[in-house]
């Protein structure tokens, strides 16, 4: 009769002894009580193990640690592929739109500029940046976005921080420029209440602020997090860049004290659907 297979503990015991000292040192400064004390309990277990099972779970962990990289190299390439499809595709549509209505090749290219930077280079990062969930922490970009264990809480927290943030902004809104063609007003309508706040939040407040916050320090992450989120969009005063910036601290805020990208999310298309709408 075969023995009985070791538990987890027991399995994430002996992987942990078999590491350097160097990389058990560094796992250490990042473990949270509980998981010392799994890693604890499993240490005092392996020696019930025999050489079979040892080998079955080092076979087992080499195992995963191969297809975690796989999985991670295939979102990479996937992603990194749709968005040369996406710019090919915003690209040669705008030119072609372009063409026929301006009959001008300078006039067609400002307004490639313009549907670049009124939404498409948001839609171009969002497979990118999705990708990038997937292969540095194997997790889904849906369960990233809209994960959350109470709804109707963190919904409300979006709907103060959404309107403190348009408040800031207000003075703002309506300063648009004269060159707005209809298909650029929805370009940027549409990107703005979807990928614009899903690229920004999964990336600043997720992959910058959450998940680095863990083990740097999330007063630090969300302060840097929060100015790169001002810079990237390029204010042209030292009123807006401070906006901007406080902005990300709000968003970066609700994040932390909500535990999901949801809450900040939800906030930042709140914030951008009432400023359309001024």
Known sequence: ??????????????????????????????????????????LKAIDSLDATDKRNILSEFIG???ANARIGKNALDSALLLSVFITSFLVI?????????????????????????????????????LGMVVSGYQEKPGRVLFGTAHPATD???ALLAGLVISALFMPEAGRGGSFT????????????LSAGPAAEEIFFRYLMFKKPGEKYGYLLCGFVSSLLFAAVHMPDSWSLLLRYTLSGCILSGICYYRRNIFTPFMAHVLANMILLLV
């Open 1 to 42: 009769m075969e023995g009985k297979k070791p538990d987890g503990k027991t399995r994430a015991g002996y992987i942990y002894s078999v590491l350097p000292r160097r990389v058990k040192s560094c796992l250490l400064s990042n473990f949270t009580v509980k998981e010392v004390s799994g890693i604890n309990d499993g």
């Open 93 to 129: 549509a705008s030119f072609i739109y372009a063409r026929v209505s301006f009959q001008s090749i300078d006039r067609s290219i400002d307004f490639i500029e313009a549907v670049l930077a009124g939404g498409g280079m948001h839609l171009i990062a969002l497979p990118f940046i």
């Open 155 to 157: 919904a409300g927290a």
């Open 181 to 192: 063609p209809l298909p650029l007003q929805v370009l940027y309508t549409a990107v703005a």
């Open 64 to 66: 995963t640690m191969r």
